[in-house]
């Protein structure tokens, strides 16, 4: 990742999205989509809503969203879906990290559009009704977390890890988790919960 | 993010016509209203900094079902350029016989950007420079040609020494180019009058007088695939940076070496995170053939690559590691087992 002098800030209101502001933003869009659409259908407004069907953990969502919409926005936004966390939104920090047809992905920078079709999977589908995931299991058993934040993205990534055969050796785990930063730095924890999960999800 | 268009290319007659549809003639490819979208880690990114704003995305990942084989033959290698870096990395046949392209995909971004981002996007991806990054510079000649340069006198430790110009410093910051450049890789290069081939080595402009020109690639032209002749078993892909891990070079060296009976018949070096563009050190590769091995020659070889940088404020630093990175990487292709 680059140096950022000058970093830009946001003008996000975390305050005013709390309050619910959030949640109706898109209201005034698509009633103005239903005007344009009646009177000229021909030249698309490309701020208009567009219809997409996302399948997440197992389950079909029809959503009418901005094209401009990540899968992160339309799986906290639209969906509810509070886990997968927003960090850098950049593709720098992991804490959106989703799986995408079982690749873990960063869900910050995957248009929702461009994921029609495919099977995504969040930190919300990987327990089985009351029984957790073995990854899951294993950050609690080696305390992997302080703040919480990156957890999400972290266990999402880890179970890739393991999958994908690169959580054979503590150097190895560190080098394919590299995309997942932790700001509390509870790595040391976050590897020896990696290397705990791995046979048992090896073993399936 | 400003507003854009979506819509899927179900094949490369459709993606071509789309994405030539609005080109503007003299309109540099990065600035084109339609853009191609393939992983989109670098496309969405810079389109949330502001700094690409296209009016419509066409993607292309439709297209992954004729454009991402992974094809090693018995006398060269063709890789589609919709494969997806990770898949490439791991593949055995790429680890075993070209170490240089599955090293260089390796240790370049995350495991989740690995498995989005495709080789064309790859070599396709725009310069880290902070100034170019953040819209409220506004002087960047990448970005709005005459305006100046912030980095030039700004903080550019992670700038360019070579193929620098007055008008631009900043960085070609990929790894897999660096491997192409080296093995003299060809690509495939797919538009409206059909598929042509031509020397990677020709897709990337030094900045010059006109810094917002990267390729030589036109709207409407799209990467299909490349392709190699011969097989580079004994070649290394060697990175510095500031992190051990998910960062990009600070310097940088693909080296590809055929040895015979103790002399060196023939020579590859290519520098990243030093160049503004992917960089062939030609001065290098001609003092190491026909000779015998030896650190001396090493040294030699890694002076002559940096004999033309040009270093400023905060980055000089880069000529003398990046001759250590050479003279590295060429002893480690030299002893490695293959």
């Known amino acids: 990742m680059p140096d950022k002098p000058g970093s830009r800030t946001s003008a996000f209101d975390r ?16 009633a103005r989509a239903a005007a344009q659409e009646a009177s000229a259908p021909a030249a698309r407004d490309p701020s208009l809503p567009v219809e997409v069907t996302l399948r997440v953990n197992g389950k079909d969502n029809r959503l009418s969203i901005d094209a401009r919409t990540t899968v992160l926005d339309a799986l906290r936004e ?8 927003k960090g850098c939104d950049h593709g720098q920090c992991g804490a959106c990290t989703v799986l995408i047809d079982d ?60 999958k994908e055969g690169h959580a054979n050796s503590e150097a190895e785990i560190r080098e394919y988790m590299s995309g997942n930063i932790c700001r509390c730095a509870a790595y040391p924890n976050i590897v020896a919960a990696v290397k705990q999960a791995a046979p048992e999800i090896v073993k399936g | 993010m400003r507003p854009f268009s979506y819509q899927r290319a179900t094949d490369p007659d459709m993606a071509v016509q789309a994405l030539g549809a609005a080109a503007a003639a003299n309109n540099p490819v990065t600035k084109a209203l339609v853009q191609p979208l393939a992983g989109g880690t670098t496309l969405i990114d810079l389109m949330k900094l502001d700094v690409m704003r296209p009016a419509a995305i ?9 454009w991402s084989a992974i094809e090693p033959k018995s006398d060269g290698l063709r890789l589609g350029a919709l494969a997806k870096m990770s898949d490439v990395a791991a593949h055995a046949e790429i680890e075993r016989n070209y170490p240089v392209i599955a090293d260089s995909l390796k240790l370049a971004a995350s495991a989740q950007l690995r498995n989005m981002a495709t080789l064309g996007g790859n070599v396709m991806q ?11 510079y506004e002087n960047c000649n990448k970005r709005s040609p005459g305006s100046g340069c912030a980095a030039m006198d700004g903080v550019n430790r992670m700038h360019a020494v070579l193929g620098v110009s007055d008008q631009c410093i900043a960085t070609y910051p990929g790894d897999f180019a660096q491997a192409l450049i080296a093995l003299d890789a060809m690509a495939e290069i797919t538009g ?57 070079a600070l310097s940088s060296a693909a080296v590809a070496l055929d040895v015979q009976d103790g002399a060196i018949r023939d020579a590859r070096v290519a520098l ?26 090493a040294r030699r070889a890694a002076d002559a690559a940096f004999a033309e940088a040009k270093g400023r404020r905060h980055n000089s630093f880069k000529i003398a590691l990046g001759k250590r990175v050479v003279a590295r990487a060429l002893q480690q292709a030299v002893t490695m087992e293959i």
């Open chain 1, 15 to 30: 305050r005013a999205f709390l309050a619910g502001a959030a949640g109706s933003a898109l209201v005034p869009m698509t």
């Open chain 1, 78 to 85: 639209h969906l509810k879906l509070t886990g997968s966390k």
């Open chain 1, 103 to 162: 690749r873990r992905v960063v869900s910050c920078l995957t248009l929702a559009l461009a994921a029609e079709g495919q099977e995504i999977t969040t930190i919300e589908g990987l327990a089985t009704d009351d029984r957790l995931h073995p990854m899951q299991q294993a950050f609690i058993d080696n305390d992997a977390f302080q703040c919480g934040y990156c957890t999400p993205g972290q266990i999402m990534s880890a179970v890739a890890c393991v």
């Open chain 2, 58 to 66: 066409v993607d292309i990942n439709p297209l992954a079902r004729g």
């Open chain 2, 126 to 136: 725009r310069t880290r420079c902070s100034y170019f990054r953040d819209v409220s």
């Open chain 2, 192 to 248: 409206k009058a059909g598929t042509r081939s031509m020397p990677f080595a020709q897709l990337h402009k030094a900045p010059g007088s006109t810094p917002d020109i990267e390729t030589t690639l036109q709207p409407g032209e799209l990467i299909s695939a490349f392709s190699i002749q011969g097989r580079w078993p004994r070649s290394v892909y060697l990175k510095a940076r500031d992190r051990q891990s998910y960062e990009f």
């Open chain 2, 272 to 297: 990243g995170g030093v160049a503004t563009v992917p960089w062939r050190a030609r001065e290098a590769e001609a003092l190491l053939k026909g000779q015998e091995f030896d650190e001396a020659l």
